[in-house]
């Protein structure tokens, strides 16, 4: 075995209070597409980029095309979790993993068995009336048709209880992501380039021993870690 993944199994073994911090890459492995990848279907469909579309304005104003592009982009029920999320739920399983922060909205990690979740952007799976905040599954939004989810008590609009570009992060998930993260001894950072607000941020509150990152391209805090592995996150965990 490769002297870098030795010692990040050493890292593991003699760690216990680890925290998972994880970006996209984390899901692609499971086969989800970053829906901000520019493929020639996403063009001839719709007229403005993700990150407009995915946006509270939009969802306010164009409500209709939102979930058009919504429920085509961002359906995720159907992918399984991979090795990396089985990896983290059984370490959280023997106590040594305390907790995952994640920027994906998915739902994988808790499909894997996971509990102590931190969804820095939201989730999928749940979503709520904007009148009457009767709570939904995923199944009224993912549905064949190209109609706007409604509440069935009230019949006013249904809203995912996923972060939108030009809204904040729900505080009690960010507190809770950086207890967590200070309390750590290792803190394991995988499928993100640190980039994006607020992951960059929020691994700054880190004290521990062991700053562990695994990425295929070089981040900016390579220097300040334990350990760097340019390799793939479900490489890595197979290790373990
Ligand atoms: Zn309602």
């Known amino acids: 075995m490769d002297e870098k993944l030795l010692e990040f199994k050493s890292i593991i073994e003699q760690s216990n209070n680890i925290v998972f911090f994880g970006g996209a890459g984390v899901s692609t492995e499971s086969g989800i597409p970053d829906f901000r990848s520019k493929d020639g279907l996403y063009n001839q469909k719709y007229d403005y980029p993700p990150e407009t579309i995915l946006s509270h304005t939009f969802f306010v104003n164009k409500t209709k095309e939102f979930y058009r592009f919504y429920k085509e982009k961002l359906n995720a029920l159907k992918y399984e979790p991979n090795i990396t999320h089985i990896k983290l739920a059984e370490l959280e399983k023997q106590g040594k993993l305390k907790a995952i922060v994640t920027q994906n909205i998915d739902n994988l990690h808790q499909k894997a068995g996971s509990k102590n979740v931190f969804e820095l952007h939201g989730s999928i799976y749940r979503n709520y009336c904007t009148y009457c905040k009767a709570f939904y599954g995923p ?102």
């Open 139 to 240: 199944e009224i939004v993912f549905d064949d048709s190209d109609d706007v989810p409604v509440c069935t008590k009230c019949g006013h609009l249904i809203k995912p209880d996923v972060v939108l570009y030009e809204e904040g992060l729900d505080d009690e998930v960010v507190s809770g992501a950086i207890e967590a993260i200070s309390n750590a001894d290792t803190l394991i950072v995988g499928g993100t380039s640190l980039t994006v607000y607020p992951a960059s941020g929020l691994i700054r509150y880190f004290k521990g021993n062991n700053l562990i990152l695994i990425n295929r391209d070089s981040t900016s805090y390579d220097n300040m870690a334990t350990l760097v592995i340019h390799e793939s996150l479900g490489k890595v965990f197979s290790s373990i």
